[in-house]
């Protein structure tokens, strides 16, 4: 179908309302823009802006939850509305709003007034970006989407300008940036060329007659595109860079809400993958075998890595190169679950349970890493240093902030009665779905936890066993630092403690959009519009 | 009251637990903890008290489930925060929550001025919390959280005193020992769960689908059908049973858990916690009924343990000492209650024991709180007049646990013995008349050690040494926040009034009021379970209506026995309450001459037979046998471990570090301004997984 004859004004007008949370972030992102023409050099009011924005944002996101006319495709199927996507977002504007907690904390006195509007419409422009990402199901959104989830991530991770360390991370990030989205459009330039179609569902039903060397190479460019977002591995050297450089805000912010993004459209297009397949068919084995290989080898070089930094933020980035290696793993199982499972009951079941997984794993993911670097923050103001040997005797100047610190690092081991454990069980649970495979992996994933723990006990280890040589004051963090530090243990420990009740709440947001059905391939055609997308859902 | 309240029976003393523990960090709020413990445990005994009216009416025979939330699910294994309620839960709740507020407001006294007043009340809530937990559980797993909370919080509590090497050790050696017992409970429920399928206690219906429990599982099987994994559980469980409630041969931590403060041993040493192994078999009784042989090992052990633990605690000179192998003693007729399928027997002598050895305990505590810490009898006599009420209450709590006619202990005692008696007499196996005779010698040796304690203790001329061991420790110094020296004074400024007293003294009533329920419990409590003419008493309701009732057993039984099982040519439970009210007063004659009217004559006696008295004042050397048997081997072991750690794994480690270290390097020399490499790298990795995906099939 054409868009230029099809679409009517009330119809877009109509899906306006659905994307609300876009809407509104789209909003205070200009208002924030604007802020300075209100009243110069005032912070206040562009954040009280931007947290309005962010407010209305969960608040469309969750009235989205209300009524079942609000879930569906929009724009003509380029975009997808469903919990999935939702839960996302909710998260994800939450979380930013935590960001801006932690940036208030940190950097506010550091930075000029002046940029404090720039730093906001940034923030605001890159959540935008990756919650296009979770909903986009066609091509080009997918491409724009990340897109505008990136850009502003480049101008963040540099944004202390006259920082050395800061100017190169960012320098690297936009020319990785660059080469892996040139990579991932030409990716998709073939894999359009092969399937005919934009729509991840109609390429999906193209792939299940077959995949081509055309179509092959084209969805491997694609992947790296995703890998990039992800930081796997081998597209994962900007990472430690930037998140070293960037001020630590950024950090936390990419590191959580930037992998979780582009994990929600892996995953997206891998059900949509999946669920194209016939039920006996044999076909997405390669696209599982590469996910999963991928996953095991980012989660196994990242903690390999890891071992040895002593930058509580390196560690961190390479740790978190590492979590996003296990949520890969257990994506990967999405496609390759349809085969082991014989008989015709395959996907629908399997898909549910990874992505229930994944979204739990997210979610306590967010909070152990928000935590981490919270503390490693206030730990950073209080020291004057990130490296993890000026921590010594901090639980006897700071028992508290120690504490805290401890149950986030544990967590992000995996320490029973924490959420981060819950979270590694539900990914492998959903692994041994994929039989053999499946076990390799969990096999993997047990071997990476053990090594992880090494490098997540040295700060504790610092902070509990070595006494503190200059034997400075004891201190109190900031009241509002340790306000984040205590929620985030908090949603561990809830997690921890009551993991079926979240999980099975992960599991009902993880309710898909369905693949719509086509009914015939569309045909092969030089003459086909560019502009030709997915059949509009009715 | 609906029985739905039984919910918070648990919660609340958790509730106080936090807040005592924050009060840790405020010297100001450290007096509000005993106040917030005692008001937490007394609403928990009144709901108790509110749900135990409930027995009969909402609260039914066959136990009704109280979901809290959803725990585990993890493929079969379905665990949820549930309670199971029946008539044995309560009787249970009742022993805990009601002893357990009188020895908090005892204790609210007695640990006035110490230095952890609030972690002592905290770690009081906790272990409340625990063991309603433990009684309350519907499914093993929470069975087992309770299990271990109460042995944390013990271990806490007899490592109260942290300064003070004997009181780490001994409160080690309780994990460690426990450790050992609860490694086969561990098993024990990993196996039911392995051959049942299940580990909840009740069948429960949840969004339409029946999850049939244990309970019923067992019900369905017959004995033939039973095999061999089945017939291993008992004894699994029983390792767990005999750790924790301190049976042969993992008796040893308890005497030394003494080094707690007398509170702690009177309620979790002697009145509750030591118990939960009688509750776990009573509870799970219908498994141990699987196997022909389980019940009768536990028989075996409990009347073997109450024997050899009599006969140590006849030549200590510690107070406490003598009572926590007294303890033990008791604990061992309970089991042989259990075992001869008595569970009424055991369960009412748990309920009467919980009265008259937290009486006890706490009596001895108020002597050693009047001497300053003194606890050996021989440097105490005469202490009467000084202080009189201590003096007369302990004395009721002597009689109840030497077995004087119409005491609580008579009672209850006498309904193990008659059993494991009629089952001996009625043809069931010479064995468990041997038990019964034995039980019945112990009970000779239990009013002797007993009254051996008060008579030394109360009678004869007043002399006594002070001790100095309670206020070295309130002296030395210590570290962390408690160091603070003003923190004494605080406590001095608030309600609570520290008086060193330089001689012995009474205690006031704050301590006292608690002991005088217990002493009237001690007298009276045994005719709760005293059978009226037609055979009905309320504890053996309580037990029928509870899945602690033997049926499968006592009916296999019944095909022997006789209408009446007649000795001396009297019914048989009248001739018990005859012999053992003569043994029981015979004890404490013996007792009477030895120790008031003529001492002399009691050294005579330990001179001429100082062989075996110094076996006995060194308890069979049990503590040297096991140090040189298992101590020691494993020292070794533990060396060579470490040895070999030290020149293989970590040459192992260090070379697996080296490893990262090198890739490390080698990226490093990539990452070092080389973007072209990153690049190729990129380029690598796409075009590896092109080929998968094209190439993978």
Redesign the interface.
């Given at each position: 179908m054409n868009l230029a004859s099809e679409t009517r004004w009330e119809d877009l007008w109509g899906d306006l309302w659905m994307v609300m949370p876009e809407v509104w972030l789209v909003v205070a992102m200009c208002a924030v823009v604007l802020a300075p023409f209100i009243k110069r050099r005032s912070v206040a009011l562009p954040l009280g802006v931007a947290s309005a924005g962010l407010m209305l944002a969960v608040m469309a996101a969750l009235s989205s939850f209300a009524s079942a006319d609000a879930m569906g495709t929009v724009f003509t199927g380029s975009l997808v509305i469903d919990p999935f996507s939702q839960f996302f977002k909710v998260l994800l504007t939450l979380f930013t709003l935590m960001i801006l907690g932690l940036w208030i904390l940190h950097s506010r006195s550091q930075t000029d007034p002046a940029d404090a509007p720039d730093f906001l419409c940034l923030l605001l422009g890159a959540a935008v970006g990756m919650s296009l990402m979770v909903s986009a199901t066609n091509l080009l959104v997918i491409f724009i989407a990340t897109e505008t989830a990136s850009m502003p991530s480049y101008a963040l991770a540099g944004f202390r300008k006259r920082r050395r360390e800061g100017s190169e991370g960012s320098l690297k990030y936009v020319l990785f940036g660059s080469v892996s989205s040139a990579i991932m459009l030409y990716g998709m330039s073939l894999v359009y060329g092969a399937a005919g179609t934009l729509s991840i569902y109609g390429i999906a039903a193209q792939a299940a007659a077959g995949i081509s060397p055309l179509m092959a190479i084209g969805l491997a460019a694609m992947l790296a595109g995703f890998a990039f977002k992800l930081s796997a591995v081998p597209m994962h050297f900007w990472c430690p860079d930037v998140f070293q450089g960037a001020p630590i805000e950024v950090t936390t912010f990419l590191s959580v809400a930037s992998k979780g993004a582009a994990m929600c459209m892996l995953l997206r297009a891998l059900a949509a993958f999946a669920a194209a397949a016939p039920a006996n068919g044999y076909l997405f084995v390669g696209i599982g075998v590469a996910v999963g290989i991928l996953g095991a080898v980012t989660a196994t070089w990242g903690n390999l890595v890891a071992l040895h930094q002593t930058n509580i933020k390196r560690l961190l980035a390479y740790s978190s190169i590492s979590h996003a290696g296990y949520m890969l793993m257990a994506a990967s199982v999405a496609v390759i679950a349809g085969r082991s499972w014989e008989g015709g009951q395959h996907q629908t079941g399997a898909i549910q349970v990874v992505v229930g997984a994944v979204l739990f794993y997210i979610v306590v993911y967010a909070f152990m890493n928000l935590g981490a670097f919270t503390a490693a923050t206030l730990l950073a103001m209080h020291t004057g240093t990130e490296d993890i040997r000026g921590y010594a005797g901090l639980s006897r100047r700071s028992p508290w902030l120690a504490a805290l610190m401890t149950a986030c690092l544990l967590s992000l081991f995996g320490m029973p009665g924490l959420g981060g454990f819950w979270g590694k069980v539900f990914l492998m649970k959903s692994m041994a779905l994929a039989g053999g495979a499946g076990f390799a992996l969990i096999a993997v994933l047990l071997f990476n936890t053990l090594i992880s723990l090494y490098y997540y006990l040295k700060p504790v280890y610092y902070m509990y066993f070595v006494p503190d040589e200059d034997e400075r004051p004891a201190f109190l963090p900031a009241g509002g630092g340790l306000a984040m530090l205590v929620i985030c243990v908090s949603v561990l420990l809830a997690t921890g403690l009551l993991p079926n009740r979240i999980e099975s709440l992960a599991r009902g947001y993880a309710t898909l959009y369905p693949n719509p059905v086509i009914t015939a391939p569309p045909p092969l055609e030089t003459t086909v519009s560019l502009l030709e997308s997915a059949p509009a859902h009715d | 009251m609906s029985i739905e309240f039984a919910k918070w029976v648990p919660w609340l003393p958790a509730a106080a637990a936090v807040f005592c523990g924050l009060c840790c960090t405020n010297r100001r709020m450290r007096t509000l903890a005993a106040p917030v413990c005692i008001v937490s445990l007394v609403s928990g005994f009144l709901i108790t008290l509110g749900v135990k009216g409930q027995i009969g009416g909402e609260l039914s025979d066959a136990g009704t489930r109280l979901q809290v939330?959803?725990?585990?699910?993890?493929g079969g294994l379905n665990a949820d925060f549930a309670y199971y309620l029946d008539t044995l839960t309560v009787l249970m709740l009742l022993v805990v929550t009601g002893v357990g507020s009188l020895v908090a407001i005892y204790a609210a006294g007695y640990m006035a001025g110490d230095r952890g007043y609030a972690r002592f009340f905290a770690a009081v809530s906790l272990f409340i919390f625990a063991m309603t937990t433990l009684v309350m559980a519907d499914n093993l797993v929470l069975l087992y959280l309770g299990w271990e909370g109460v042995g944390l919080c013990s271990y806490l509590l007899i490592g109260y005193y942290y300064q003070k090497p004997s009181a780490v050790a001994a409160a080690k050696k309780a994990f460690i020992v426990n450790r050992i017992g609860d490694l086969g409970f561990a098993l024990g429920i990993m196996l039911i769960y392995h051959q049942f399928g299940t580990v909840h206690f009740s069948t429960f219906t949840a969004d339409g689908v029946v999850y049939p429990g244990l309970f019923e599982h067992c019900s369905r099987l017959t004995l033939a059908q039973v095999e061999t994994p089945v017939l291993v559980i008992p004894f699994l469980l029983m390792l767990g049973a005999f750790g924790k409630s301190a049976q042969l041969p993992l008796y040893v931590w308890l005497p030394d858990a003494m080094e707690g403060p007398t509170p702690v041993s009177a309620l979790i040493h002697a009145a509750t916690m030591v118990t939960a192994g009688v509750y776990m078999i009573a509870r799970l009784l219908p498994v141990f009924e699987l196997s022909p042989y389980a019940l009768p090992t536990v028989a075996v052990v409990g009347g073997a343990t109450a024997l050899f633990a009599a006969t140590i605690a006849l030549r200590q000179h510690d107070i406490k000492r003598v009572f926590a192998y007294s303890t033990v003693s008791q604990l061992g007729y309970m089991f042989l209650g259990v075992g001869v399928l008595s569970t009424v027997g055991g369960v009412f002598h748990l309920f009467t024991h919980a009265f008259f050895k937290a009486l006890l305990f706490l009596t001895a505590g108020s002597v050693m709180h009047g001497l300053a810490g003194q606890l050996d009898m021989r440097k105490m006599s005469g202490l009467r007049t000084k202080m009189p009420v201590t003096c007369w209450l302990m004395f009721v709590g002597c009689l109840a646990l030497a077995g004087f006619p119409f005491t609580a202990g008579f009672f209850s005692k006498d309904m193990i013995l008659a059993a494991a008696m009629d089952r001996g007499l009625t043809g069931q196996g010479t064995m468990y008349t041997v038990l019964g005779i034995a039980g019945l010698f112990t009970a000779l040796l239990t009013a002797y050690y007993t009254f051996r304690v008060w008579f030394r203790v109360f009678m004869g001329p007043t002399e006594y040494e002070m001790g100095e061991e309670h206020a070295a420790v309130e002296d030395t110094p210590t570290d962390g926040n408690e160091a603070d020296p003003s923190a004494d004074t605080s406590i001095d400024d608030g309600n609570i009034k520290v008086e060193h007293h330089h001689d012995a003294h009474e205690m006031g009533w704050l301590m006292n009021g608690p002991l005088v329920v217990l002493a009237v419990g001690a007298l009276l409590a045994g005719w709760l379970g005293h059978a009226d003419s037609s055979g009905h008493s309320w504890l053996l309701s309580v037990i029928e209506g509870s899945s602690a009732n033997p049926t499968r057993m006592v009916e296999a039984a019944a095909g022997h026995a006789e209408a009446h099982t007649m000795l001396l040519g009297m019914e048989l439970h009248t001739a018990m309450m005859v012999i053992s009210s003569c043994l029981s007063v015979l004890g404490i004659l013996v007792a009477a001459y030895l120790h008031w009217f003529n001492r002399p004559a009691a050294d005579r006696l330990a001179e001429q037979w100082s062989g075996s008295a110094r076996v006995l004042e060194n308890k069979y050397f049990v503590d040297e046998a096991m140090d040189a048997v298992i101590v020691k081997p494993l020292r070794m072991m533990g060396y060579l471990c470490f040895v070999f750690d030290r020149l293989v794994i970590e040459g192992l480690v260090l070379a697996v570090?080296w490893?990262?270290?090198i890739?490390?390097l080698a990226?490093r020399r990539t990452?070092r301004g080389a973007?072209q490499g990153?690049?190729i790298?990129?380029a690598?990795?796409?075009?590896v997984?092109?080929v998968?995906?094209?190439?993978?099939?």
């Amino acid at each position: 179908m054409n868009l230029a004859s099809e679409t009517r004004w009330e119809d877009l007008w109509g899906d306006l309302w659905m994307v609300m949370p876009e809407v509104w972030l789209v909003v205070a992102m200009c208002a924030v823009v604007l802020a300075p023409f209100i009243k110069r050099r005032s912070v206040a009011l562009p954040l009280g802006v931007a947290s309005a924005g962010l407010m209305l944002a969960v608040m469309a996101a969750l009235s989205s939850f209300a009524s079942a006319d609000a879930m569906g495709t929009v724009f003509t199927g380029s975009l997808v509305i469903d919990p999935f996507s939702q839960f996302f977002k909710v998260l994800l504007t939450l979380f930013t709003l935590m960001i801006l907690g932690l940036w208030i904390l940190h950097s506010r006195s550091q930075t000029d007034p002046a940029d404090a509007p720039d730093f906001l419409c940034l923030l605001l422009g890159a959540a935008v970006g990756m919650s296009l990402m979770v909903s986009a199901t066609n091509l080009l959104v997918i491409f724009i989407a990340t897109e505008t989830a990136s850009m502003p991530s480049y101008a963040l991770a540099g944004f202390r300008k006259r920082r050395r360390e800061g100017s190169e991370g960012s320098l690297k990030y936009v020319l990785f940036g660059s080469v892996s989205s040139a990579i991932m459009l030409y990716g998709m330039s073939l894999v359009y060329g092969a399937a005919g179609t934009l729509s991840i569902y109609g390429i999906a039903a193209q792939a299940a007659a077959g995949i081509s060397p055309l179509m092959a190479i084209g969805l491997a460019a694609m992947l790296a595109g995703f890998a990039f977002k992800l930081s796997a591995v081998p597209m994962h050297f900007w990472c430690p860079d930037v998140f070293q450089g960037a001020p630590i805000e950024v950090t936390t912010f990419l590191s959580v809400a930037s992998k979780g993004a582009a994990m929600c459209m892996l995953l997206r297009a891998l059900a949509a993958f999946a669920a194209a397949a016939p039920a006996n068919g044999y076909l997405f084995v390669g696209i599982g075998v590469a996910v999963g290989i991928l996953g095991a080898v980012t989660a196994t070089w990242g903690n390999l890595v890891a071992l040895h930094q002593t930058n509580i933020k390196r560690l961190l980035a390479y740790s978190s190169i590492s979590h996003a290696g296990y949520m890969l793993m257990a994506a990967s199982v999405a496609v390759i679950a349809g085969r082991s499972w014989e008989g015709g009951q395959h996907q629908t079941g399997a898909i549910q349970v990874v992505v229930g997984a994944v979204l739990f794993y997210i979610v306590v993911y967010a909070f152990m890493n928000l935590g981490a670097f919270t503390a490693a923050t206030l730990l950073a103001m209080h020291t004057g240093t990130e490296d993890i040997r000026g921590y010594a005797g901090l639980s006897r100047r700071s028992p508290w902030l120690a504490a805290l610190m401890t149950a986030c690092l544990l967590s992000l081991f995996g320490m029973p009665g924490l959420g981060g454990f819950w979270g590694k069980v539900f990914l492998m649970k959903s692994m041994a779905l994929a039989g053999g495979a499946g076990f390799a992996l969990i096999a993997v994933l047990l071997f990476n936890t053990l090594i992880s723990l090494y490098y997540y006990l040295k700060p504790v280890y610092y902070m509990y066993f070595v006494p503190d040589e200059d034997e400075r004051p004891a201190f109190l963090p900031a009241g509002g630092g340790l306000a984040m530090l205590v929620i985030c243990v908090s949603v561990l420990l809830a997690t921890g403690l009551l993991p079926n009740r979240i999980e099975s709440l992960a599991r009902g947001y993880a309710t898909l959009y369905p693949n719509p059905v086509i009914t015939a391939p569309p045909p092969l055609e030089t003459t086909v519009s560019l502009l030709e997308s997915a059949p509009a859902h009715d | 009251m609906s029985i739905e309240f039984a919910k918070w029976v648990p919660w609340l003393p958790a509730a106080a637990a936090v807040f005592c523990g924050l009060c840790c960090t405020n010297r100001r709020m450290r007096t509000l903890a005993a106040p917030v413990c005692i008001v937490s445990l007394v609403s928990g005994f009144l709901i108790t008290l509110g749900v135990k009216g409930q027995i009969g009416g909402e609260l039914s025979d066959a136990g009704t489930r109280l979901q809290v939330f959803e725990w585990i699910r993890i493929g079969g294994l379905n665990a949820d925060f549930a309670y199971y309620l029946d008539t044995l839960t309560v009787l249970m709740l009742l022993v805990v929550t009601g002893v357990g507020s009188l020895v908090a407001i005892y204790a609210a006294g007695y640990m006035a001025g110490d230095r952890g007043y609030a972690r002592f009340f905290a770690a009081v809530s906790l272990f409340i919390f625990a063991m309603t937990t433990l009684v309350m559980a519907d499914n093993l797993v929470l069975l087992y959280l309770g299990w271990e909370g109460v042995g944390l919080c013990s271990y806490l509590l007899i490592g109260y005193y942290y300064q003070k090497p004997s009181a780490v050790a001994a409160a080690k050696k309780a994990f460690i020992v426990n450790r050992i017992g609860d490694l086969g409970f561990a098993l024990g429920i990993m196996l039911i769960y392995h051959q049942f399928g299940t580990v909840h206690f009740s069948t429960f219906t949840a969004d339409g689908v029946v999850y049939p429990g244990l309970f019923e599982h067992c019900s369905r099987l017959t004995l033939a059908q039973v095999e061999t994994p089945v017939l291993v559980i008992p004894f699994l469980l029983m390792l767990g049973a005999f750790g924790k409630s301190a049976q042969l041969p993992l008796y040893v931590w308890l005497p030394d858990a003494m080094e707690g403060p007398t509170p702690v041993s009177a309620l979790i040493h002697a009145a509750t916690m030591v118990t939960a192994g009688v509750y776990m078999i009573a509870r799970l009784l219908p498994v141990f009924e699987l196997s022909p042989y389980a019940l009768p090992t536990v028989a075996v052990v409990g009347g073997a343990t109450a024997l050899f633990a009599a006969t140590i605690a006849l030549r200590q000179h510690d107070i406490k000492r003598v009572f926590a192998y007294s303890t033990v003693s008791q604990l061992g007729y309970m089991f042989l209650g259990v075992g001869v399928l008595s569970t009424v027997g055991g369960v009412f002598h748990l309920f009467t024991h919980a009265f008259f050895k937290a009486l006890l305990f706490l009596t001895a505590g108020s002597v050693m709180h009047g001497l300053a810490g003194q606890l050996d009898m021989r440097k105490m006599s005469g202490l009467r007049t000084k202080m009189p009420v201590t003096c007369w209450l302990m004395f009721v709590g002597c009689l109840a646990l030497a077995g004087f006619p119409f005491t609580a202990g008579f009672f209850s005692k006498d309904m193990i013995l008659a059993a494991a008696m009629d089952r001996g007499l009625t043809g069931q196996g010479t064995m468990y008349t041997v038990l019964g005779i034995a039980g019945l010698f112990t009970a000779l040796l239990t009013a002797y050690y007993t009254f051996r304690v008060w008579f030394r203790v109360f009678m004869g001329p007043t002399e006594y040494e002070m001790g100095e061991e309670h206020a070295a420790v309130e002296d030395t110094p210590t570290d962390g926040n408690e160091a603070d020296p003003s923190a004494d004074t605080s406590i001095d400024d608030g309600n609570i009034k520290v008086e060193h007293h330089h001689d012995a003294h009474e205690m006031g009533w704050l301590m006292n009021g608690p002991l005088v329920v217990l002493a009237v419990g001690a007298l009276l409590a045994g005719w709760l379970g005293h059978a009226d003419s037609s055979g009905h008493s309320w504890l053996l309701s309580v037990i029928e209506g509870s899945s602690a009732n033997p049926t499968r057993m006592v009916e296999a039984a019944a095909g022997h026995a006789e209408a009446h099982t007649m000795l001396l040519g009297m019914e048989l439970h009248t001739a018990m309450m005859v012999i053992s009210s003569c043994l029981s007063v015979l004890g404490i004659l013996v007792a009477a001459y030895l120790h008031w009217f003529n001492r002399p004559a009691a050294d005579r006696l330990a001179e001429q037979w100082s062989g075996s008295a110094r076996v006995l004042e060194n308890k069979y050397f049990v503590d040297e046998a096991m140090d040189a048997v298992i101590v020691k081997p494993l020292r070794m072991m533990g060396y060579l471990c470490f040895v070999f750690d030290r020149l293989v794994i970590e040459g192992l480690v260090l070379a697996v570090g080296w490893v990262p270290r090198i890739g490390g390097l080698a990226v490093r020399r990539t990452q070092r301004g080389a973007l072209q490499g990153y690049g190729i790298g990129m380029a690598v990795g796409v075009a590896v997984v092109a080929v998968l995906i094209a190439m993978v099939r």
